[in-house]
């Protein structure tokens, strides 16, 4: 099983350009996170969905945006890249609205912005 | 408001000795708790949870975790500890009524030979 993609692995991105991170999830998940990791900090919630056509702000949102057309992808925009940026992004996904169920990570992008 | 503490940004223990990590947290309703451990350059992964009932939770790779209510705290724990047990420990909290989790900063173990 792939379980959660994401693509690329790294990047890095000049001040002011845009990119797109890509996540995709093969186990029919409903939920889906976006995550960014900072060395000391722990992980920071972006966004979230709970199903296609449906995101919400997480503690983080600022210079992101998210979509999710189908159940399987989940892509992060940064439209303008600034140094604050960079980090390490996971994406995750879990099974239901159940709140035990826990989280799947992907193996994260790592992006500097320089 | 949730809240997850980890006190110990790094941890030390022999190989063969039992290891604790610890996790405090603060939640406004019944709490929903779990940990996760990241290998470098690779995603988190789950170990174990805590919903209801035994206070005492069995996970993945002979890891346990006690939660105590009184104190606030849920603890991982293994008797015995793997030179492949080193590395980043994440304590998170989901309250009953969110749908994220917030996560602590994250204790790293290295376990020595």
Redesign the interface.
Known sequence: NAG?TQTPKFRILKIGQSMTLQCTQDMNHN?M?W?RQDP??????IY?S?GAGIT?K?EVPNGYNVSRSTTEDFPLRLELAAPSQTSVY?C?SSYS?E??Q???????TRLSIL | AQS?AQPE?QVNVAEGNPLTVKCTYSVSGNP?L?W?VQYP??????LL?Y?TGDNLVKGSYGFEAEFNKSQTSFHLKKPSALVSDSALY?CAV?D?G????F????TRLTVIP
């Open positions: 959660v939920y996170y995550y000391g900090m722990g992980l920071k919630l979230y709970v919400d997480g996971f995750a609205s709140r035990n826990p989280q799947h990570f992907g193996d994260g | 997850v940004d929903y779990f996760y350059n690779r995603g988190l992964q789950f949870k919903i994440f989901r009953g969110a749908n994220n989790l996560f602590g900063t994250g």
